[in-house]
Each structure stands twice: as C-alpha cells, then as structure tokens.
C-alpha cells in the first residue's frame, strides 16, 4: 500500500493546528505600515486565478477594500488565508474571541510578509477603557503587527453599551498609532446603533448583518452610514446558509440550498453602498467559488432563485430586524439564541453556538418553550420562534 501523500496545504495546516494546541509560537508576521497593495496582473497569474478584482473605497477611512474580502472567524486551513491573499483578496476580518482565542495568531501566522498588503481588521468584546487596551495589545502579540487598521467593539446591539470610556478606548488606540480606524460591528442592532454612530462622528466603519433577506427594509440605515461617512463592511452574506455543509437534515438542505449561497453573495456584492463583506471562507473550492461573485454579475436568475429561497427559509431563519427585542415573556434574548442556532444548523459551527449559549444566565439557560401554553413572540417574517428556539435548548443545554 502506498503512502499517503503529504500536501503542503495539509502540512501547513497540521502544522498550525499542532502550535495552537500546544501554545507554540507561530512564524513571525512582518511589520509594516504600508498602505494595501493591489496585485497585479503578473502576481495573479503567477497565483492561478484569472477572476477580475473589484474595489470600493471604504468610507472616510480611503482604504480601497476587495469587493470580497474574507471572514476568518472558523477558518482552519492557514493555506486558505495564504492563497487569498495571494489571488488578491485584501480585507481579513477576525477577533480576539475567534477559535476560543486562536484565530488572530492563525491568521497571523497565514498572512505573514503579506500584511503590508492587507486591510487587516479585529475586534474585542471588552466591556470597559481597560479591559479593551488590554485585548488590543493581546490582538498585536497574537497577529505579530504593529497595528491593525480597523479595532471594532464586537456585536453591540444598543447605543446605551457604547460607553464614553470604551469610545476613549479606541481614542486612545488610534493616538498611540496601534489602530488607524475605529468602528463598532452589529448583528441586530443597525436600526438603532447605526444613527447613533452617524450622530456621534468618532466611529469610522460600522460591520454589519446584510443580506437578500433584509433588502429594503436595511437601505435606508446603510444609506445613513454613508451619508456620515463610515464605510460598511457586510457580514451574514449568505443568510444562514453555508456551502461547507453537505446536505443532510432537512433543516441543512433548506439553509445551503444549491446555487443559493453564490447568488446571495452576487446579491451583497453588487450594492455600491456595501465596500466589502466577509463570508466566511473554509477551504480551497470555498474561496474559488466565492471569487466568482466579484466575477459574474447578479442575473434575473439568481434573483429568482434568491426568491424562492427566501420563501423555503423564512420559517427557519432570523434576520436580525430587532422587532422581537422585550417581548418574550420570559425575558429571553430571542434573537441571540437563533442566532446562536444558526451556527450549528448554517455553519455547522456546534461549538460556537453551544458556547455562546452556556454564557447565558443560568435563569436563561434554564427556560424551556415548550413550558409555556402561548408563545407572546410574533415574528413580522414568519420565523417559527418557538419551534426554532425549542430546538436551540434542546440542542444546547
């Protein structure tokens, strides 16, 4: 029998999956402070990729971001950053609490000398001035920069948890030259937090949950974002839905239905208010099949195809509208555990769902749908909450 052959993608990544698990160190990431350098015709073709790449300047920040950029929050194969960035991809998103703290050093390790050719963003979820200075500088060791060009505060659904000292937090970043930029990034909030950063004028990108399920109702905010000034980066592109997953339960089936989760990328793509979105990108036929979105404009197919599948997913899947915020009766943060749900049945992320879930008060975790003899949350989009959030205590708990 003969042996199996050794890749250098397979290398590479059971090499940096062995120094996550054992707290190695991980090559050095060269420090630059140079501005994003686009490819050129020569470096692509030596990479392989023949796809067109298209740019959107990133608000008042100038920076001129990929159309596509790359979500590296459940990226395991460093390969996949490496190659990325190498066909010309040149926005990396990720975040302290990303892979349980081991996503900065992974895609650290991935970009190396090719930093000074990115726009490199992470975020922190601290809660205070101190606490937030403190991750920064753990975000700076872990991906070996000197600086990241955008610091997001992480999934803030509400204008009253962006305190004055964590907006000093990020002041204090940029005057000390450890982050160019500053923004605050949002799952279902926009409609409240986006104005809030329009007034205040200290905030330079929002990152934000857009997609072909929110159309109308999201423009006129993202409109509101620009006419500040910010940049908008898109986030939850492919609405639930990821093409890692094979098909299997019926629930899978529906939510990565096949051509679906292209068109839906073609459809965030295509809106000039959009600079760059960051699906989340897991392996090498993954990113190929995501280049094809800044390559192939959004046809009358795909907007029917994106039609029907909206109405096989609306049941199942959360749009993050807020319209359900206070209305559970038993003070549930419904919106939180679908998303949370999402991971595990769209991502096939069991982990992360499972995980955000436990960090909810025991009193939360504790509660059981199926207990109460009405359920006082309607969704306006038809989501069959307490079907779906049944399913989330059952899986989770």
């Not at 991502?347 to 436990?358: D, I, P």
């Amino acid at each position: 029998m003969q042996p199996e052959k050794t890749s250098r993608r397979n290398f590479l990544s059971a090499g940096i999956a062995a120094g996550l698990t054992a707290g190695l160190p991980l090559p050095a990431l060269a420090r630059s402070s140079a501005e994003p350098r686009k490819p050129t015709a020569e470096s692509l073709q030596e990479t392989g990729s023949s796809a067109p790449l298209r740019y959107r300047t990133l608000g008042r920040t100038g920076l001129k971001v990929t159309t596509l950029g790359f979500g590296c929050g459940f990226t395991l194969d460093p390969s996949v950053i490496e190659r990325a960035a190498d066909i010309g991809i040149n926005f990396f998103d990720t975040a302290r609490s990303y892979l349980h703290g081991n996503s900065e050093r992974l895609v650290g390790a991935a970009l190396g000398a090719k930093r000074k050719q990115v726009v490199l963003a992470t975020k922190t979820g601290a809660r205070d001035k101190d606490s937030m200075l403190k991750d920064l500088d753990t975000s700076l060791r872990e991906l070996n920069t000197d600086f990241v060009d955008i610091w997001f505060m992480h999934g803030e659904e509400s204008p009253a948890a962006v305190h004055e000292d964590r907006i000093e937090a990020q002041q204090i970043a940029k005057k000390q030259g450890k982050v160019r930029f500053t923004g605050i990034s949002t799952h279902a909030g926009q409609q409240q937090l986006i104005p809030f950063m329009a007034k205040k004028g200290v905030f330079d990108v929002v990152l934000t949950g857009y997609n072909f399920t929110m159309g109308a109702d999201m423009d006129p905010t993202i409109e509101t974002a620009v006419k500040a000034g910010m940049g908008v980066v898109g986030m939850k592109a492919m609405a639930g839905g990821s093409r890692a997953l094979k098909p299997g339960s019926p629930v899978v089936r529906k939510l990565a239905q096949e051509g679906a989760m292209l068109a839906a990328l073609k459809w965030v793509v295509q809106k000039p208010s959009i600079a760059t979105c960051i699906p989340t990108i897991m392996d090498m036929d993954q990113l190929e099949e995501n280049m094809k979105a800044m390559a192939e404009p959004f046809s009358p197919a795909d907007e029917q195809l994106l039609a029907d599948h909206l109405a096989q997913i609306s049941p199942l899947y959360c749009r993050m509208c807020g319209q359900c915020a206070g209305t559970c009766q038993k003070g549930l943060p419904v919106a939180d555990v679908l998303r949370y749900l999402t991971y595990a049945d769209g991502y096939g992320q069991f982990g992360e769902g499972r995980e955000k879930f436990l960090a909810l008060s025991a009193s939360h975790q504790a509660v059981r749908c199926g207990d109460c003899e009405a359920c006082t949350v309607q969704c306006p989009h038809g989501v069959r909450v307490s079907d779906r959030m049944a399913r989330a205590q059952d899986l989770f708990a």
